[in-house]
């Protein structure tokens, strides 16, 4: 039980966090500087935009997506090992879709544009990339250790 409320706030955390940040840039903030602007944009994709062509049918393929994650993570018992890293992989996830089904897209704003353009993205992101990173170096050390 106690892994369980470490994983709600976990989750509700990184939510909260995320969606204050991105009420910001939708109230106005803008941050023009070089090699990093913040900027909003509403991104009707995934990653650098790519499946945008699936418009409306994108948000219920990654409900539906994380959804079979949180069901992963519960039965394979990652929860009971992870339930900080978890909680943060599906409350930056579920931020993101909270985004998809209230606004024009997800809400980015962090815009690198130095040696080269990247992708507009933002805090759910990066913790998205940071859960998984945590659990593919804990997979490997666990992996050593036997």
Known sequence: ?????????????????????????????????????????????????????????????????????TFFIYKEKILEKHPIISGILIGAGLSNIFDRFNRAGVVDYVYYHGLFNFAVFNFADVMIDF?????????????KKR
């Open 1 to 69: 039980m106690k892994k369980v409320i470490v994983f709600l706030v976990s989750l509700s955390t990184i939510f909260v966090i995320d969606q204050y940040i991105k009420l910001m840039f939708i109230n106005g903030f803008r941050y023009e500087g070089n090699p990093i602007s913040l900027i909003l944009v509403y991104n009707k994709g995934v990653a650098f935009s790519m499946f945008a062509f699936l418009k409306e049918y994108l948000k219920y393929i990654q409900l539906i997506l994380i959804l079979g994650i």
């Open 131 to 143: 859960s998984i990173g945590m659990f593919i170096l804990y997979y490997f050390l666990e992996k």
